[in-house]
C-alpha cells in the first residue's frame, strides 16, 4: 500500500514537473517575443494541470496563455483567461498568482490607452506584492504606477511612486531597477520642463543600459537625450545622440522605434542645415516606414488596439448591422410600397380609363336606344291619337241622333272606354313629352280652392259608385295662386284614381291639400291616403317606374298600364315638387306630394293709378280674383273700379265712365253676357272695350261673348302677364283712334266737315249737332250733351276719350275752322262770318281768331295758305 502511495505520488510530482517545464519554457518564449510558441506551451500545460486536478498550475498556464493571446491581439479571450484563472486562486497560496494576473490586466489597460484602470490594477498588485514579497519587492510595479501617474498627468503622484523606488534602491541596488527608476525619472521631469535634470538621469539611464547591454532601454534614454537637445536647438548633440539610439535600436531591432528615429533624425539634420543628410534619413524614414506600415498592418499594437475594441465593437458593429438590415428593410419595404402604390395607381387608373369608356359607350348606347325607344313610344302613342278622335267623334254624333235605349246604352259603353283609352294616350303623349324635354309648364292664376272641390266632386261619385268612403279636406288653401292647372290635375287625378281602384269596397279614400307660405311663394301639400292593400317596403320605389304593376293586380286583371305614377313623378318633379310614399300591406297607403307654386301678387290696397290714367271696371264675384286682378292692373298705374256682380256694375256705370271693361260671365243677379249687352247698348257707355274672363272655355261661350261685342274673350285659369298685356293692347286701341282724329282734326286745306268727321257714329253725331247749331251761341256742353242724349260728365268723358278734345274745346275750335273757312271762301265779313259761326261780338270772335290761328281775321285771305279745291 505503502508502495502503491509512493509510486502515485511520484507520477504526481512527474506530472507536476512536466507541467511546470512546459510553464517555464512557455514563459521563455513570451519574454522572447515568441508569443505563439508560448501559447502552445501554456496550452499543453493547461491540458495537463487539468488533467492532473493542479488548480495552481492551471491558473499559472492559464495566466501565460492570456499573455500569450494578449500579445497575438486576442484581447478578449486573454483577459477571459485573466479573470477565469483568477476564480481558481482561492488560496492565500495563489496571492502571488493573483497579483501577478492582476499586473497583466493592468497591462492590458496600460496598452490599450486606459491608464486609470491599469493603474488600478497595478495598486491592486502593488499592495498584494507588498505583504507577499515584502516592500523591497514592489520596485518595478512602482515604476509601472509612476508611468501610470504620469500619462494621467499626476506628476506629484508620480514623483511620489518614483521616490518610493529611490526607496528601495537605497536598500537594494537593483541596476536593472535603477535604470528605469532612472528612465521614468528623467521622463517625469522631461515633461515637467527640468531639462537639465532629465538630462542628467537620462545620462544616467545610459550608462546602466550599456552596462546591462539592454539595447531596448538604450534606446530609449539616448533617443529622449537627442530630443532634449534638439528642443535646445542643439542639433549637433541631438543628431550625435540620435545616431547612439540607432547603434542601439539596429542592436534589439525595432523597425518601428528606428523609423521613428529617421524622422526625428531628418528634423535635426535639416535644421541643422545638413540637408544631404536630412534627406538620406528622410529616405530611410520612408522607406522603413512603408516597410513598417506594412508590418505595421499586422503588427502587435494594432492587433491589439482591434482586437481591444472587438467586444465593444462587435456589439457596436452587431447594433449597426441590425441598424443597417432594419434600414436596408425599411428602405426595402418602402420601395416595395412606392412600387405596390405605383401599381395600384396605374391599376386604378387603367380601370378608371376603361370603366370610364365602357359607361360612355354603354351611356351612349342605352341613350341611343332611349331615344329610339322614346321616338317609338311618342310614334305609336300619335298614331293611336288619331283615330281615336276619329272613333270618338262619331260616337258623339250618334250619341245626339239615337233615341233607341239600348242603342244609346251600347254608344256610352263605346263613349266611356274611347275615354279611358283618350285618357291614356294622353298620359303616355305627356311622358314622350317630358322624355323629349318637350313639355312645359303653363302657369296661370286659378283658384286652388274651386281646383279641389271640381275634382272631389268627380272623385266623390266614384267613390259612391264603388262603396267606397270619400273623405276630402282642404285646409288653409291659399286660394288664388299661379299653377299648371292640367299638371295639377293630372298628379291628383292619379294618385286619387289608384287609390279608388285599388281600395275594395267598403273601405275609405281621402284627399287633404293645404298651402302654407314659403318665402314668396306657397308650398302646396296634397295627401292621398287610402285604406287599401298597401303596397309592400321593397317595391315602393319600384311602383315609380314606367309600366312597373304589381303582379297581385297585374294577376286579379285591374286595369292600368303602369303609367300613372311615373307620369305623376315626372310632373312633380317638373314642378319642383317631391313625392313620398308610406305604406303597410293590409292597411294602406299614403302619398304625400309638395309643390312649390308661386303666390298671386300680394292684394295692394292701391285702386287709384295716377291721376288722369285710364280707369278700369273689374266686374268678378270671386273675391281672390277681384282682389289679385285688381293689385295686378292696380300696380300697372291705373284706377280701377270694381263690381261684385252685374248689377254693382250697371250701377258704377251709371255714374261713372270707365276705359275699360273686364268682367266674368257667371255672376249672381246680373251675368256678364246682360251687362255686356247693357254696354253696348247705352250711348255713353257703348265704345267702352270689354275683355270677358270666363271659366267657359267652349267655343259656343267664347263665339257668343265676342258676337254681343266683347274686344276679348279670356278663358279662366288665365295667365296674369296676358290679361295685363291685353288691356294695355286694347287702351292703346283708344289712344291711337284719339291721336288719329287729332291729327285729322288739324289737317290744314281739308274741308271741316271731314277733318272733324268722327271714327264713331257717336263723334260724327256730335260734329253734326255742332254744325247743326253753329250759329247758336247758346250751344254749350251742357246744350250739347241734351241734343246726345247724354249726361254732361259722361258726355264729357266720352267726347275726351274719343277725340282727345274736351266738349268745350271741341265746340270753339270747330266754330272758329268754320269761320275760317268762310272767310276764306269769302262768303261774308268779318262781322258776318263771326255771327254765322256762333259769336256774339266781332271784338270777342277778333281775340279767339288771333289765339287760334296766331293772327286775326282781317288778315285772312291775305296770307299764302292755299285753299284746296273742294
Ligand atoms: P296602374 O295603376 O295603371 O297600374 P300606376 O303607375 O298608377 O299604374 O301604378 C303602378 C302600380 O302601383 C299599380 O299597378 C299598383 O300595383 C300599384 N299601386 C298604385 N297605387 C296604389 C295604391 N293606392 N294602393 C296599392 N297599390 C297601388
Not at 421 to 431: F, G, P, S, T, Y
Request: charged share 25%; net charge neutral.
Amino acid at each position: 500500500m505503502a508502495a502503491v502511495l509512493i509510486c502515485a505520488a511520484q507520477a504526481a510530482a512527474q506530472k507536476a514537473s512536466v507541467i511546470q517545464s512546459l510553464l517555464d519554457r512557455g514563459r521563455y518564449c513570451l519574454n522572447n517575443g515568441k508569443p505563439d510558441s508560448g501559447v502552445i506551451y501554456a496550452d499543453e500545460a493547461l491540458t495537463l494541470s487539468l488533467k492532473a486536478g493542479d488548480t495552481q498550475r492551471l491558473a499559472k498556464a492559464m495566466t501565460m496563455k492570456g499573455k500569450g493571446l494578449f500579445a497575438l491581439g486576442k484581447n478578449k479571450e486573454a483577459v477571459d483567461l485573466y479573470f477565469n484563472a483568477l476564480r481558481l486562486c482561492k488560496s492565500p497560496a495563489d496571492d502571488k498568482q493573483i497579483a501577478f494576473i492582476y499586473g497583466e490586466i493592468g497591462y492590458a489597460y496600460y496598452a490599450k490607452g486606459h491608464p486609470q484602470e491599469a493603474r488600478e490594477y497595478y495598486e491592486k498588485e502593488v499592495n498584494i506584492r507588498r505583504v507577499v514579497n515584502g516592500r523591497d519587492s514592489i520596485g518595478n510595479q512602482l515604476i509601472n504606477l509612476a508611468i501610470m501617474y504620469q500619462s494621467l498627468q499626476q506628476y506629484d503622484s508620480a514623483e511620489s511612486k518614483l521616490k518610493a523606488v529611490a526607496d528601495i534602491l537605497t536598500r537594494n541596488n537593483d541596476r536593472q531597477l535603477r535604470g528605469y527608476y532612472c528612465n521614468n525619472w528623467g521622463a517625469l521631469k522631461q515633461v515637467t520642463g527640468q531639462r537639465d535634470t532629465a538630462k542628467r538621469y537620462y545620462t544616467l539611464a545610459c550608462d546602466i543600459w550599456g552596462g546591462l547591454g539592454n539595447h531596448a532601454q538604450l534606446f530609449k534614454a539616448t533617443f529622449n537625450l537627442g530630443y532634449i537637445a534638439f528642443e535646445e536647438k542643439k542639433y549637433a548633440e541631438a543628431i550625435r545622440y540620435y545616431h547612439q539610439s540607432e547603434a542601439a535600436a539596429k542592436k534589439y531591432g525595432s523597425g518601428k522605434d528606428i523609423a521613428h528615429l529617421y524622422g526625428t533624425m531628418a528634423e535635426a539634420y535639416a535644421a541643422a542645415g545638413d540637408h544631404k543628410s536630412a534627406y538620406e534619413s528622410l529616405y530611410k524614414y520612408a522607406s522603413l516606414s512603408d516597410s513598417f506600415n506594412r508590418e505595421d498592418f499586422n503588427s502587435y499594437v494594432v492587433k491589439l488596439d482591434k482586437q481591444f475594441q472587438t467586444d465593444k465593437n462587435r456589439e457596436t458593429i452587431q447594433q449597426q448591422q441590425m441598424q443597417l438590415t432594419a434600414a436596408s428593410l425599411e428602405v426595402q419595404q418602402q420601395k416595395s410600397r412606392a412600387l405596390l402604390f405605383v401599381l395600384i395607381l396605374v391599376a386604378v387608373v387603367f380601370a378608371g380609363i376603361l370603366l370610364f369608356g365602357y359607361l360612355t359607350f354603354r351611356g351612349r348606347v342605352r341613350k341611343q336606344v332611349d331615344e329610339a325607344k322614346n321616338k317609338f313610344f311618342a310614334n305609336v302613342v300619335h298614331e293611336i291619337r288619331t283615330p281615336l278622335s276619329m272613333i270618338q267623334g262619331p260616337v258623339k254624333v250618334l250619341q245626339d241622333k239615337v233615341t233607341d235605349e239600348s242603342m244609346r246604352f251600347q254608344l256610352d259603353i263605346a263613349e266611356r272606354n274611347v275615354k279611358r283609352l283618350n285618357d291614356l294616350v294622353n298620359q303616355m303623349l305627356d311622358i314622350s313629352k317630358i322624355d323629349a324635354a318637350k313639355f312645359t309648364l303653363t302657369e296661370s292664376l286659378g283658384n286652388l280652392d274651386h281646383f279641389f272641390n271640381e275634382l272631389n266632386a268627380q272623385f266623390a261619385v266614384l267613390c259612391r259608385e264603388k262603396n267606397i268612403v270619400f273623405i276630402h279636406q282642404s285646409e288653409n288653401v291659399a286660394g288664388v295662386a299661379l299653377f299648371d292647372n292640367d299638371a295639377l290635375e293630372k298628379i291628383v287625378s292619379n294618385l286619387a284614381g289608384n287609390a279608388i281602384k285599388y281600395t275594395p269596397a267598403g273601405g275609405s279614400v281621402g284627399i287633404e291639400a293645404g298651402t302654407s307660405s314659403a318665402g314668396d311663394g306657397l308650398v302646396l301639400t296634397v295627401r292621398v291616403w287610402d285604406t287599401g292593400p298597401g303596397i309592400p317596403k321593397e317595391e315602393q320605389a319600384q311602383i315609380f317606374e314606367r309600366f312597373y304593376r304589381r303582379k297581385e293586380h297585374e294577376a286579379s286583371g285591374t286595369k292600368g298600364m303602369g303609367i300613372g305614377l311615373a307620369l305623376v313623378k315626372d310632373l312633380v318633379a317638373l314642378m319642383n315638387g317631391t313625392i313620398e310614399i308610406e305604406s303597410e300591406p293590409g292597411k294602406g297607403t299614403v302619398f304625400t306630394v309638395k309643390m312649390q307654386l308661386k303666390a298671386a301678387a300680394a292684394p295692394s290696397n292701391a285702386i287709384a293709378g295716377d291721376e288722369g290714367a285710364s280707369i278700369i271696371l273689374l266686374v268678378e264675384d270671386d273675391a281672390d280674383i277681384m282682389r289679385f286682378n285688381r293689385a295686378l292692373l292696380a300696380e300697372r298705374g291705373y284706377n280701377i273700379l270694381c263690381a261684385t256682380n252685374g248689377v254693382a256694375a250697371s250701377e258704377i256705370l251709371s255714374t261713372q265712365l270707365p276705359d275699360l271693361v273686364i268682367t266674368d260671365l257667371m255672376m249672381p243677379e246680373k251675368d256678364g253676357m246682360t251687362l255686356l249687352k247693357e254696354i253696348r247698348g247705352n250711348v255713353a257707355t257703348a265704345h267702352i272695350p270689354v275683355i270677358i274672363l270666363s271659366a267657359k272655355a267652349s267655343a259656343p261661350a267664347k263665339i257668343e261673348g265676342v258676337s254681343e261685342g266683347a274686344q276679348v274673350y279670356l278663358p279662366k285659369p288665365f295667365q296674369p302677364e296676358e290679361l295685363a298685356g291685353l288691356v294695355k293692347n286694347q287702351l292703346q286701341v283708344l289712344e291711337k283712334q284719339r291721336e288719329y282724329y287729332r291729327e285729322r282734326s288739324q289737317a290744314q286745306g281739308q274741308p271741316v266737315a271731314e277733318r272733324f268727321a268722327g271714327n264713331d257714329p257717336f263723334t260724327q253725331k256730335c260734329y253734326d249737332t255742332i254744325q247743326e247749331h253753329l250759329d247758336d251761341a247758346q250751344l254749350s256742353v251742357e246744350r250739347l250733351a241734351e241734343l246726345m242724349n247724354i249726361n254732361r260728365s259722361h258726355f264729357q268723358r266720352k267726347i275726351k276719350t274719343l277725340t282727345g278734345y274736351s266738349p268745350s274745346e271741341l265746340i270753339k275750335t270747330i266754330r272758329l275752322e268754320k269761320a275760317r273757312e268762310l272767310l276764306l271762301k269769302k262768303e261774308g265779313n268779318i262781322t258776318e262770318t263771326a255771327y254765322s259761326t256762333g259769336f256774339t261780338s266781332q271784338s270777342y270772335f277778333t281775340k279767339c281768331y288771333t289765339e287760334h290761328f296766331g293772327y286775326p281775321p282781317s288778315q285772312e285771305g291775305t296770307r299764302a295758305v292755299p285753299l284746296t279745291a273742294q
